[in-house]
């Protein structure tokens, strides 16, 4: 464990340092996510002066979702940043060089970069959550509590699961972009309820894409809207992804047979 936390903040100060490097870009790409969730906000804000409710959910329920979307995603982008760059470290021939380190080359590859600017700003996320979460108090809040808390940590692991998947696409097929930006188009959905959706989408949502369990999951059981079955069915699937990914990953890894062959 200290030798991968070792390995971490030395990683971790080299992306500060190239951050540091380019303030004014670093302000701005900084701005730009905050700017982004701002006009979101205010997109929900505009639709709520035509109705009451949607797809009977309240303002600050609606917000909720849109909070817990960025912590799943934002958290995910902290975490595995660095398989964005899996495809040049293949081909450029760095991947190798992880193979022969003492540490694990998937540890090591999602933490070539470190992207202090998503952790500044999920610190705000998560503190208009606990806000909005407040408002809901009731004799059970504490346990609806921690069925989001880990609920949303469930959903963080589901999406660690398709970025390693993605790492191991890029092993074995030297391909990357279209892959993990599908996964990124795909979970824009996740930022309303999944019940907006029709039937079909809902089941693409819940079983073959599960982001309505990464992200609507945790609300709808804080709301105490989510049946035992479902929170079963949550866990069970982040436990099968995280088993299926890992097993995907090595045995790319084993099929590996270095960028100059």
Not at 97 to 118: H, I, W
Not at 127 to 137: H, V
Request: aromatic share 18%; proline share 3%; charged share 10%.
């Amino acid at each position: 464990m200290k030798k991968y936390l070792r390995v971490w903040w030395k990683m971790s100060s080299m992306s500060l340092m190239a951050q540091i490097s380019h303030p004014l870009g670093s302000i701005g790409f900084l701005l730009g996510k905050i700017v982004r969730i701002a006009f979101f906000f205010a997109f929900i804000i505009a639709i709520f002066r035509h109705i009451k409710s949607l797809a009977g959910y309240s303002l600050s329920e609606t917000a909720l979702f849109f909070l817990t979307f960025n912590i799943v995603d934002i958290s995910a982008q902290i975490l595995f940043r660095g398989i964005y760059s899996a495809r040049r470290a293949v081909t450029e021939g760095d991947f190798d060089f992880y193979l022969l380190q003492p540490c694990s080359a998937l540890f090591r590859l999602s933490m070539t970069t470190f992207d202090f600017l998503d952790a500044i700003t999920l610190l705000p996320v998560i503190i208009m959550t606990g806000e909005i979460l407040a408002k809901f108090f009731s004799p059970t809040f504490f346990i609806h509590c921690l069925l989001y808390f880990f609920l949303t940590l469930n959903a963080v692991l589901i999406a660690s699961s398709f970025h390693i998947l993605v790492a191991g696409l890029a092993v074995r097929t030297q391909e990357l972009e279209n892959t993990i930006w599908i996964y990124r188009d795909i979970m824009f959905m996740g930022r309303f309820p999944s019940d907006v959706y029709g039937p079909l989408f809902q089941l693409f949502l819940t079983f073959i894409l599960p982001i309505a369990v990464m992200t609507s999951f945790p609300v709808r059981a804080f709301l105490g809207l989510l049946s035992p079955q479902w929170i079963v069915y949550s866990f069970a699937l982040s436990g099968s992804l995280i088993a299926l990914s890992l097993w995907f990953w090595k045995t790319s890894v084993r099929q590996y047979t270095s960028s100059s062959s």
